[in-house]
């Protein structure tokens, strides 16, 4: 009997930086492991769909879907070819932002419009991340699109609270990211006295000075720092302008290490000493290469989330006035015995690739 086919929306191997390479690939892995999964849609034709709702009303109005799938008619004949859908909602899937709305469109259409079943999965969803008073409409807007998908498969626990909290059915899985690794890497790399920096989505300026003098203090006390970036295509601008930035301070002697492949990237973070970062995918590939980490804020509380699931303290905001002490306090407790025999235990990283795994739908 031949398997069903699938086509995967938002696909992000191409774009933005290796992690999310490293996840798209282990979710397309494992999608092929249940379905035949012939055709991606790259997440740039989340950023860049032609006649984008505006309301809700839209994503209901039949006339409306007429409209928008002539102009984006290669899109949808791409989606009538398969047998079914996956959305890799990924950090895309927040706020009123263009590219959140233009992305549950694509599955709502091809859910209501297309009869297609629509499994949104491998990501994290919050409504409303910045504005409280735009809080109960963001959630109303939510929930009724929402509604219509056939499995939605939340990566951590803040996200999966809001979706129980709207009344939506939902599975906790996990980030498709620890799958990758687990493929890729056969043994663990030799950890090197290096401090491996990345920087975040919500990276301030205004920490500059501090994260700088953090990561000196560490150089004269013997760790070399190496700071991580790269992608397959289109790199992140904030990471690039984070580079920049260093680029201005005291960091002559520091290495600026731009990886050219996955691996070169995950050898990176697997071989350093200890990861600063504010990126979700950077520190989970700390943790699923043993590298201990300190864990900045990104630009929705995605970031708290993983480290309540991975059992380490609060990511530290770039604003913090008391950031400096903290960054060395942390570092401390990274660096410690208790830190990698509580959180790098076998059976948890084991179970996290487990979680990952319940990002296909039920048979």
């Known amino acids: 009997m031949p398997r069903a086919t699938a086509i995967l929306l938002n696909d992000t191997t191409h774009r933005y930086h290796w992690g999310c390479t490293a996840t798209s690939l282990g979710l397309k892995s494992l999608i092929a492991e249940r379905y035949d999964l012939i055709d991606t849609i790259p997440i740039q034709t989340t950023y860049t769909l032609a006649r984008p709702p505006n309301s809700l009303e839209q994503f209901h109005d039949p006339a409306f879907f007429k409209l928008h799938a002539a102009e984006n008619a290669e899109l949808y004949r791409r989606i009538e070819q398969a047998d079914c859908v996956f959305v ?16 549950m469109y694509m599955a709502f259409a091809a859910r209501r419009y297309l009869d297609k079943p629509v499994y949104v ?47 939506l059915a939902a599975a906790l899985s996990f980030d498709c990211l620890p799958l990758t690794v687990g493929r890729l890497v056969a043994e663990l790399p030799e950890k090197k006295r290096t401090l491996a920096i990345a920087g975040s989505a ?41 580079v920049a930035a260093l680029r201005t301070q005291e960091t002559q002697d520091w290495t600026f290490f731009e990886a050219g492949t996955l691996e070169d990237w995950m050898s990176a973070i697997g071989s350093a000493a200890l990861l600063v970062s504010g990126r979700f995918h950077h520190s989970l590939t700390a943790f699923s ?32 006035p008391n950031l400096g002490p903290m960054l060395e306090h942390r570092a401390d407790h990274a660096l410690s015995h208790d830190f990698g025999r509580t959180v790098f235990r076998d059976d948890r990283v084991h179970s996290f690739r487990e979680m990952a795994r319940k990002n296909l739908p039920p048979d």
Do not use: C, W
Request: hydrophobic share 45%.
């Open 121 to 167: 999965v491998n990501h994290s969803v919050y409504p409303q991340s910045v504005h409280a008073a735009e809080a109960a409409g963001a959630e109303a807007f939510y929930r009724g699109v929402y509604a219509a998908f056939d499995y939605i498969a939340i990566r951590e626990t803040l996200s999966k609270e809001i979706v129980d909290r709207l009344g």
């Open 88 to 103: 890799n909602g990924e950090g895309t899937i927040h706020d009123l932002l263009r590219a959140a709305v233009n992305l």
């Open 202 to 242: 919500l990276f301030l300026p205004v920490a500059l000075p501090t994260l700088v003098t953090f990561v000196n203090k560490m150089k004269r006390v013997g760790y070399a720092p190496l700071v991580v970036s790269g992608a397959q295509a289109a790199p992140a601008g904030d990471e690039a302008r984070f």
């Open 289 to 320: 290469l043993r590298t201990p980490f300190v864990m900045l804020n990104s630009n929705t509380p995605k970031m708290s989330a993983l480290a309540t699931m991975l059992g380490v303290p609060e990511p530290l905001r770039y604003d913090d």
